[in-house]
Each structure stands twice: as structure tokens, then as C-alpha cells.
């Protein structure tokens, strides 16, 4: 039982760094890279328009999917233990819902953004719906992290041979 448990206790502490690797990712791009091309688009676009412009699609779809295999390979350990495995599943739902809204929001619209000609002027339309996506993006990374602080806590949560102990009990 040890062994399973140390298992278990093991894959979900990797897929938690993980998450945290991936959300310190989310918020460098947020404080440094979304700030610059959400100032004054069309003109603030040119970060994704020079030869080596900025392109985080191929680097975003490796990081989640990293994450998302070492994810389930940590439900799939702590399956057996009800408390984890329901808790995990929660999160999970929360993640997913989360991922949605990237997919069918976030992305599209970046990719639009990524699209366009550079102009040197100030669209006041392309400049509400770039500060509408930036705030938009706060609340979604400030949810990726609170998903990831509950990984922490489900760490914390006993395995049914009493491992692991709750701070309250």
C-alpha cells in the first residue's frame, strides 16, 4: 500500500509542478508580451510581424499537452483513493471548462490579431477588443492558478492507509 500511495503522491506532485511551470509561463506572457501588443493595435501588432516575430501557438499546444499527459497519469495513480480521485476530477472539470474558453475565445481571437496588417494608427474597435481580451486573460490565468493552488491541496488530502493527514485533523 506504501508503494501505491508514494506513487500516487509522487505523479500528483509532478503534475502539479508541472502546472506551476505552466502558470509562471502564463504570467510572464501576461505581465511582459500581452501588455505590449494589447497597448495600441493596429500599431502595438508588429511583435508578430517582424522575422522573428512572436508565435506562442506551438509552444502553448506542447506545454499543455505535457501537462494534460502527466494530469491524467496522476488521477489514474490516485484513483483509488476517493478523496484525491474526486477532488482531481473536480479540478480537472474546472481545467477542461477552462481550456474551452481558451479554444473557442482566446485563441481565435489572438490568431485574428496575429493576422493583421500593421498600421501606424490606433483602431479605438481593434484597441476595446484587445483590453476586453487582456482582461478577459486575467481572469482566466487567475483561475488556472487557483486550480493549481487546489492540486496543492489535494496533496494534503489522506490516502485510505492514512498517509497523508489533513492540517485541520
Keep these: 500500500m506504501t508503494n501505491t500511495t508514494s506513487r500516487a503522491d509522487n505523479w500528483l506532485y509532478i503534475a502539479t509542478a508541472l502546472y506551476f511551470v ?20 493596429p500599431a502595438s501588432l508588429f ?3 517582424t522575422a522573428y516575430g512572436l508565435d506562442f501557438k506551438l509552444f502553448w499546444i506542447i506545454v499543455h499537452s505535457i501537462h ?6 496522476a488521477l489514474f495513480f490516485n484513483w483509488r483513493f476517493k478523496q484525491r480521485r474526486n477532488a482531481m476530477l473536480f479540478l480537472l472539470l474546472i481545467h477542461i471548462g477552462l481550456r474551452v474558453w481558451t479554444l473557442q475565445y482566446f485563441a481565435p481571437t489572438l490568431m485574428s490579431f ?7 494608427v490606433v483602431d479605438p474597435g481593434l484597441l476595446k477588443e484587445a483590453i476586453a481580451w487582456k482582461n478577459f486573460n486575467y481572469v482566466r490565468v487567475g ?10 491541496y489535494i496533496s494534503k488530502l489522506k ?8 492540517y485541520h485533523e
Design 159 to 166: 490516502t485510505d492507509d492514512g498517509s497523508k493527514k489533513m
Design 114 to 120: 496575429m493576422a493583421m496588417k500593421v498600421r501606424p
Design 68 to 73: 494534460e499527459i502527466f494530469l491524467l497519469l
Design 22 to 41: 505552466m502558470n509562471g509561463a502564463q504570467l510572464w506572457e501576461t505581465a511582459i508580451m500581452v501588455p505590449a501588443w494589447t497597448a495600441g493595435p
Design 143 to 152: 483561475l488556472y492558478i487557483l486550480v493549481n493552488i487546489g492540486y496543492v
Design 47 to 49: 511583435f508578430f510581424k
